[in-house]
Structures are given as C-alpha cells and as structure tokens.
C-alpha cells in the first residue's frame, strides 16, 4: 500500500459548488477509484487560500495512473474543470507531496 498526498486548487468563488458535486459524486466514479486499488480516500479545503489537500491510499501507482486514461476520469476531470484550475487536458493541476514522517 502507498500513501499519497497531494494539493489541488478551486477558485475562491467554488467552494460551495465543489463541495456539493463531491457529496453527490457519482457511484461510477467511486467504483473506478475502488476497482484502481484506490481506498481512504480524502480531500480537505484550506478555503483561506483556495487549496485543496489530498490524501489516499493506493495499491500501486500503476494503477493509480491508469486512472486517467479511463472514460469516467477524464467525463469528470470536464465536469469540474470550471470550479478549479485545470490542465489543457482539464485534469486539475496537482502538485505532489512529499512524505516526510509516517507514525503506523
């Protein structure tokens, strides 16, 4: 299992929005993270700067990866890309973590 941390953005006016579409996020979604390997799964908002912190456990990055040539990823990454700052191919711009202590 890997740990994987990451920050994300949403515009300052989308935190409500962003917030709504995760809570109705659809069941073809969880199920695609879930069949990658993917498990406690969480983003929390730091709504003073707009940011987002990611967190999940995954089976490997292989199969984290794989996510977005999938289908459903990438309907998704279209469907949020106008509450957060995205990528020409709409998947948001992330910027990963390093891990610097891990208490099991």
């Given at each position: 299992?890997?740990?994987?941390?990451?920050?994300?953005?949403v515009?300052?006016e989308?935190?409500?929005?962003?917030?709504?579409?995760?809570?109705?996020i659809?069941?073809e979604?969880?199920?695609?993270?879930?069949?990658h390997?993917?498990?406690?799964y969480?983003?929390?908002?730091?709504a003073?700067?707009n940011?987002?912190?990611?967190y999940?456990e995954?089976?490997?990055?292989?199969?984290w990866?794989?996510i977005?040539?999938t289908?459903?990823c990438?309907?998704?990454?279209?469907?949020?890309k106008?509450?957060?700052?995205?990528?020409?191919?709409n998947?948001?711009?992330?910027?990963?973590l390093?891990?610097?202590?891990?208490?099991?």
């Open positions: 299992m890997e740990r994987k941390a990451f920050l994300m953005f515009n300052p989308c935190h409500v929005e962003y917030q709504k579409r995760h809570d109705e659809w069941q979604m969880t199920h695609l993270l879930q069949s390997g993917v498990s406690n969480s983003i929390h908002l730091f003073e700067q940011m987002l912190f990611g999940a995954v089976q490997s990055e292989a199969q990866n794989a977005a040539d289908a459903i990438r309907k998704w990454w279209a469907y949020m106008d509450v957060m700052p995205s990528n020409p191919d998947s948001p711009i992330s910027k990963p390093k891990e610097v202590f891990y208490l099991k």
